[in-house]
């Protein structure tokens, strides 16, 4: 299996990017849209990035600065195809194998939803100005327990802060 984020070429759907795994299945971003594919199916073998940059990190970014949710987080470059294991201090028991993508990708979806929660809590009519800020209080709490993960972006500004802002 190709890791996430992954180029491939595809005898029907052309260049596209492996945005998850189900599987023996890819999860891949074509610019026809997304498809699963067979891992094995014949005619698709990995590809290397398209020149120019990634059009659908593009097309990505445009949509969501549109709708004002700001840019895309980006992986730093050294941690890139890298893989996080996990081993368990008992003998024999089996080692946990995870994609630096993966992981990745799930602080960025916990960053943004935390992000969509303080617009939530800022925005409720039902709540006090007291409770709000007691709210908010717990949200900062969670962005300065994430700022060990803060390792993993490639610009400053992606990265979590604590309370210390």
């Known amino acids: 299996m190709l890791r996430i984020g992954a180029w491939i070429e595809h005898p029907h759907y052309g260049l596209g990017r492996i945005t998850n795994h189900k599987d023996t299945r890819y999860v891949v971003t074509f610019p026809v849209g997304i498809r699963e594919v067979e891992s094995h199916e014949p005619g698709i073998f990995e590809a290397k990035a398209p020149p120019g940059g990634d059009p659908i990190k593009d097309a990505l970014r445009a ?4 709708y004002g949710i700001g840019g895309v987080a980006e992986l730093g470059g050294r941690w890139e195809g890298g893989e996080i294991i996990v081993r368990p201090a008992k003998e024999g028991l089996k080692e946990h194998h995870l994609p630096v993508d993966a992981l990745f990708h799930k602080v960025v979806m916990i960053r943004d939803r935390l992000r969509v929660l303080e617009q939530k809590i800022n925005a409720h009519k039902g709540l006090s100005d007291a409770e ?8 900062t709490r969670c962005y300065g327990s994430l700022t060990s993960l803060n390792f993993l972006f490639k610009r400053e500004e992606d990265k979590f802060s604590g309370s210390g802002d």
Do not use: A, G, I, T
């Open 63 to 66: 949509v969501l600065e549109e």
């Open 132 to 139: 709000k800020v007691e709210m908010q209080q717990y949200v």
